[in-house]
């Protein structure tokens, strides 16, 4: 230290149907609403409370995702002895449906997997490729970045998406259920209709630039440009028939002939085309990676390496933590927000300046984990005064030469954890990027806007180049994080959330509610969100009646916002499974 130290219930979800509950419309947040703002005045949209959410409990196999309706459909590949890998297929091709706001096959995914049998943890890529043609200067214009909203609504912001690819990958290793039958829950649905929730309602009434892709509003709003209401039956026979090609010929179908021609057409004849290429499409692979792993007290963290800074930030906050008192202090305290915001600046302080693609750049990343390198920047915390903005540590040399870059990542993601009777455990983040991604429909999906997760200019203010700049076939820096802990060696939890850049310090705050603070999966989850980007510090609004003014005291800047993350979690205890959704949205955790 320094100088002073609801969704649908269990029963309904194993019905034929699925009835929405009656609750306020989650939160809303700026990037799903489609209110882009300058990256430092970012703030999410203001929600409308939360919801609520049990604990839930179940023996043999659980799931837990974004939407009761991929839930139910997990559950069942789970209940029929699916693995785990099985029931996250099937669970995201329904999130392309219910939620496609938020993820899809339009978008790219990280997954980490607890292989049973083996006894080791596995990591897969399936983050977007920029187009080989894509160059630094993508988003630029007159030497200057345009508009981040610009950026995004255009085809030049579409990456090669990954999830397709990486889902494949996974179940060529680890899957039972035959391929086809897993997406076939997600066919019946496109085929017979899902009703439209609250959440998908709210956020095609705010979101204008939906409406003026005219493919996407033929389909989300009616004649006369109202979002479909609460209930409203929404059939997808694009694709129902697009999946119906990827089941009977498998992944490649996606990305070669017909449904890689449409992608292509339709990026190449937005307003502001792209180019990314049927060669980029047929080219993509997704990747097995060594995972990121550490100790931390008695448990060890794994997660996703970079390409995603998302686990090497979120370890890189604990152990820094663990330097201070927090683990004795109730975790709404004042103490508590000032530790916890703190060691989040130094945390993106270094990521945003050493975290990128490894395979166009070193990434310092077992000297960025060391304890001793820990040790000392947690020493620039003080227990009553903020050190403001936080400076990036400089353990091997390079802040000299490298830009740091801040560029904003906006909170379009999903995920989802699950367990199966053999012990298998996966944790998958998926994302779109933006709500809605780039806008661009096209065969009954929505393309990601991913690569506006590059530094738009590519150096920074001094001029510096940015290890997370543009450049052909490169992935995006990303701060999802999906991750397992492991306790002498076996699975004790998987969690994740969606959030953008915010995710970092939703999952931490949730490890820190389980592993230290000695809470359930729910009441983690269901603890009020805060912490630091480096930036200012934020408060979940109307969450922490009385912070503010203290925390200003201390020097913060403080913001008081909606800050929706949608965390999925699941706890592996002696006596079963224990699940936590959010009840910032509509997930739910279903087990048997």
């Excluded at 889902?167 to 039958?181: K, Q, T, V």
């Excluded at 995972?291 to 390496?305: D, Q, S, V």
């Excluded at 909170?411 to 367990?419: I, L, M, N």
């Amino acid at each position: 230290m320094g100088s002073k130290a609801l969704g649908c219930g269990v029963a309904l979800l194993l019905a034929a149907a699925c009835v929405w509950p009656v609750f306020a419309a989650p939160p809303l947040d700026a990037g799903e609403a489609g209110l882009i703002q300058a990256k430092e005045d970012f703030q999410p949209e203001a929600g409308t409370g939360l919801g609520e959410r049990r604990l839930a409990r179940a023996r043999d196999y659980m799931i837990s995702s974004a939407n009761p309706l991929a839930s139910q459909a997990g559950a069942r590949i789970l209940a029929e002895g699916g693995s785990a890998t099985d029931a996250l297929i099937a669970a995201q091709m329904v999130l392309n449906l219910v939620e496609p706001q938020s993820s899809g096959i339009g978008g790219g995914a990280f997954v980490v997997r607890y292989d049973s049998k083996q006894g080791v943890v596995q990591s897969y890529d399936g983050r977007e490729t920029a187009p080989a043609a894509a160059h630094s200067d993508r988003f630029m214009k007159d030497g200057k970045a345009i508009p981040f909203r610009d950026a995004v609504n255009s085809g030049r912001s579409v990456g090669v998406p990954g999830v397709v690819a990486v889902l494949g990958l996974m179940h060529e290793r680890h899957g039972r259920a035959s391929w086809a039958s897993l997406l076939q829950p997600a066919i019946d649905l496109a085929e017979k209709g899902f009703p439209v929730s609250p959440r998908l309602h709210a956020l095609l009434e705010d979101n204008q630039a939906l409406r003026q892709q005219a493919a996407a509003a033929a389909y989300f709003y009616d004649a006369q440009g109202r979002p479909w209401p609460v209930g409203h039956i929404l059939r997808n026979p694009a694709f129902a028939a697009l999946l119906r090609s990827i089941a009977r010929d498998g992944p490649q179908a996606f990305y070669e002939g017909k449904a890689a021609r449409d992608i292509v057409g339709a990026v190449a004849s937005h307003a502001v085309p792209g180019d990314l290429s049927l060669a980029d499409m047929s080219a993509y692979r997704a990747k097995a990676r060594p995972p990121l792993c550490a100790p931390y007290k008695a448990y060890t963290l794994c997660g996703m390496p970079p390409p995603s800074s998302g686990p090497l930030a979120v370890i890189q906050m604990l152990e820094i933590l663990s330097h201070t008192p927090i683990a004795r202090l109730p975790p709404t305290s004042l103490e508590a927000v000032h530790y916890f915001s703190e060691a989040g600046k130094l945390a993106f302080a270094d990521r945003d300046v050493y975290v990128a693609d490894p395979d166009f750049i070193d990434v310092p990343v077992k000297v960025l984990l060391d304890r001793r390198y820990l040790a000392l920047r947690a020493g620039l915390i003080e227990a009553d005064a903020t050190i403001g903005r936080a400076p990036p540590g400089d353990p091997v040399g390079l802040k000299a030469i490298r830009g740091q870059d801040d560029s904003p990542e906006l909170p379009s993601t999903s995920h989802v954890v699950a367990v199966d009777r053999a012990g298998n455990v996966v944790s998958m983040t998926s994302s779109i990027e933006t709500a809605f991604g780039s806008k661009i429909f096209v065969d009954g999906f929505l393309l990601n806007n991913q690569l506006t997760d590059f530094s738009l200019s590519g150096v920074d203010e001094q001029g510096k180049p940015v290890a997370n700049r543009l450049e052909p076939l490169k992935r995006p820096r990303s701060s999802m994080a999906p991750m397992i802990v492991l306790k002498d060696g076996k699975p004790f939890m998987a969690i994740g959330s969606p959030g953008g850049a915010a995710i970092i310090n939703y999952v931490a705050k949730t490890l820190l509610g389980v592993l230290d603070w000695g809470l359930d999966i729910q009441q983690a989850i269901d603890l009020p969100n805060y912490g630091s980007r480096n930036r200012f510090t934020e408060l979940e609004k109307g969450r922490l009646p009385g912070l503010a003014p203290a925390l200003r005291a201390m020097g913060h800047e403080v913001r008081e916002v909606d800050f929706p993350s949608g965390l999925q979690g699941i706890v592996l205890t002696p006596d079963g499974l224990e699940g936590g959704a959010d009840p910032r949205r509509e997930g739910v955790a279903v087990g048997g």
